[in-house]
């Protein structure tokens, strides 16, 4: 088995793995959190289904475009569960938003990145296709850069619940990691023809690495603040039990 099996071996086991704790956050973040970690359990998906075709047609001594195609992509979903977890760290102060912050501003963002990588995975060899639909995405997370900044930015920041702090900081981390990995990309559709993107090292370094950071971020942010749905219930809670006691 050589190296590049290897890798995507270790990609199947990853994802496999890392799927059922996201899973579990996708159940018990609720209604509001639902759109960032069902994206993040697609990007489970996607790496799952891309490197088990990958391995399939290594085994069978054949390049599978469409296994290509499938991990090309798999950018999308990582910065769709971005923009879907920035809304979730909002929610609590979402009456205190600017436009940007609320539906507009997340539809037009979702409308660039999913353009970029729909003309990126629609190109079919098409180098000059890629390279736009590349660079429509990176276009698309300097969008959500710039969300994650208002978000700091609004009056009612610190208004916001610990869980949601700790979400929104978690988003902040990953953006760079994301940067890194569009970087990767654009760099490898503009430089090499390859489906591999270059060498096994710059795969790993440039690839692999920041992606598997990002995912243990998101998830791990995910079940430390499993139970963000009951704490905002309890600032009502609390107003209801203190009319009580002084009726």
């Known amino acids: ?10 990609n199947l086991a990853f994802y496999a793995i890392i799927s059922l704790p996201a899973l579990y956050c996708l159940v018990m973040h609720g209604k509001h959190g639902l759109l960032g970690w069902m994206y993040v359990l697609a990007m489970c998906g996607l790496r799952i289904a891309g490197n088990a075709m990958a391995l399939n047609a290594a085994h069978h001594n054949q390049v599978n475009t469409t296994a290509a195609v499938i991990n090309g992509i798999g950018l999308s979903p990582l910065l769709m569960a971005s923009t879907g977890l920035l809304h979730e ?3 609590s102060i979402r009456k205190f938003l600017p436009a940007l912050l609320k539906t507009w501003g997340y539809l037009v963002t979702h409308m660039v990145i999913a353009g970029g990588i729909g003309l990126a995975a629609a190109s079919k060899g098409n180098e000059t296709l890629l390279r736009i639909g590349f660079v429509i995405f ?11 900044w208002l978000s700091y930015a609004v009056n009612a920041h610190s208004r916001r619940l610990g869980e949601e702090r700790q979400i929104l900081l978690a988003v902040t981390i990953a953006m760079p990691l994301i940067g890194v990995l569009i970087i990767y990309a654009i760099a490898t559709a503009f430089t090499s023809s390859s489906l591999n993107g270059g060498s096994l090292a710059v795969r790993v370094i440039f690839g692999t690495v920041p992606e598997y950071l ?5 998830v791990g942010v995910g079940i430390v603040t499993r139970n963000l749905d009951r704490s905002r219930l309890e600032p ?3 107003k209801y039990q203190s009319v009580q006691v002084h009726v």
Not at 138 to 148: E, I, K, P, S, Y
Not at 214 to 218: A, E, K
Request: charge should be negative.
């Open 214 to 218: 990002v995912m243990l971020v998101y």
């Open 89 to 91: 760290a909002n929610h």
């Open 1 to 10: 088995m050589s190296a590049a099996e290897h890798l995507d071996m270790a």
């Open 236 to 238: 009502v809670d609390q």
């Open 138 to 148: 990176a276009t698309g997370w300097t969008f959500v850069g710039a969300l994650v």
